[in-house]
C-alpha cells in the first residue's frame, strides 16, 4: 500500500472577511518557495471559497467547504450544498464538525448523509469525530468515537474520498490537548475500525484536531498513525499554520 500522504487542513470557522484573502496569498508563497511534500487545504467560510479558490488556483493548497447540505438543491434556505461547493473550486467539504453537531444538532445520520453528498460531488469529505470532557471523564471516548466513526461514515467511502479528523470537543479552542499517549489510543482504535469495515483502511488519512499550535505540532504529528493536523484558530494567519505545515510536511 502507498504511503499516506499528510495533510494539513485550516478550518477559519466563522472568520474572514476579503482582505483575509492575503494570508491565502502568503501561505500560497510559503508553499512555492519551500515545496512541502504533505498535501494543504484552508476551509475559509462559504463567503470566500470562490474568490479563495481563484486566489490560489495554481499553488497546490486546496479549498474547502466547511459543512454541505445532504441534497443537491432545493428549498433549504441558508444551506450549501456540495456541488455548489464544487462548482466555487472547492476540494473538501469538512462534515460533521462538533460546534455543527452542537450549534444545529447534527446526528451521526446526519452527517453521514453530508458525507455521501461530498463524494457524490467529487469531495474529499473531512469527517469530524471527537468525544466531549464528560465522556473521557467517564471512560467513554472509544466507545463514543467508536460510534460516531461507524454512524457517519457511509459505506462509499474509501481512502481517496474520505478523511477523519479526531477533534476531542474539549480540545477545540481551549488551548489544552490530550496526552500522545490519548491520541496514539484513539488513532489506532480508529484504524482498527476502518481497518475492519473497509478493504483499503490503512489508507484512510487521520486527523488530529484541537489546539494545534506552532509550539506542540511537532509532538503531535509524530505520533503513530497521526496523518496530519485539522487546525482552527492556528490557520487564521499563514504566519502560525506554516510551523505546522513544517511540523509533518517535510520528511
Ligand atoms: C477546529 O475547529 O477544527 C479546531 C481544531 O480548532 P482549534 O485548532 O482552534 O482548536
Redesign the pocket.
Known amino acids: 500500500m502507498a504511503a499516506r500522504r499528510p495533510l494539513i487542513v485550516g ?1 477559519w ?1 466563522m472568520n474572514g472577511l476579503t482582505a483575509s484573502l492575503a494570508e491565502a496569498t502568503a501561505l500560497a508563497g510559503k508553499v512555492q518557495a519551500q515545496a512541502p511534500q504533505a498535501e494543504l487545504g484552508l476551509c475559509p467560510p462559504a463567503t470566500l471559497v470562490a474568490a479563495m479558490a481563484m486566489t490560489l488556483k495554481g499553488s497546490g493548497i486546496g479549498v474547502g467547504g466547511q459543512d454541505c447540505h445532504a441534497r443537491a438543491a432545493g428549498a433549504h434556505t441558508g444551506d450549501i450544498a456540495a456541488e455548489m461547493l464544487k462548482d466555487a473550486g472547492a476540494a473538501y467539504a ?1 462534515v460533521g ?3 455543527r453537531r452542537a450549534d444545529h444538532g447534527e446526528s451521526d445520520e446526519a452527517v453521514r448523509a453530508k458525507a455521501q453528498a461530498a463524494h457524490r460531488a467529487g469531495l474529499v469529505a473531512i469527517v ?1 469525530l471527537g468525544e466531549t470532557l464528560a465522556q473521557r471523564d467517564a471512560g467513554e471516548t472509544l466507545k463514543v468515537v467508536g460510534s460516531q466513526l461507524r454512524g457517519s461514515l457511509p459505506d462509499d467511502a474509501n481512502a481517496a474520498n474520505t478523511v477523519i ?1 479526531y ?1 476531542p470537543v474539549w ?5 489544552r490537548t490530550p496526552t500522545l499517549e490519548q491520541v496514539a489510543e484513539v488513532h489506532a482504535a480508529i484504524r482498527q475500525d476502518l481497518k475492519a469495515r473497509f478493504d483499503d483502511g490503512a489508507g484512510f488519512r487521520i486527523l488530529y ?5 506552532p509550539d506542540n505540532a511537532k509532538q503531535l504529528m509524530a505520533v503513530a498513525d497521526v496523518d496530519g ?7 487564521l494567519k499563514a504566519n502560525d499554520f506554516w510551523p505546522i505545515v513544517e511540523a509533518k510536511g517535510f520528511k
Open positions: 478550518n470557522k469538512i464538525h462538533s460546534e469530524c479528523a477533534e480540545a477545540i479552542g481551549t488551548g484536531g484541537g489546539s494545534v499550535k493536523a485539522l487546525v482552527g484558530g492556528a490557520s
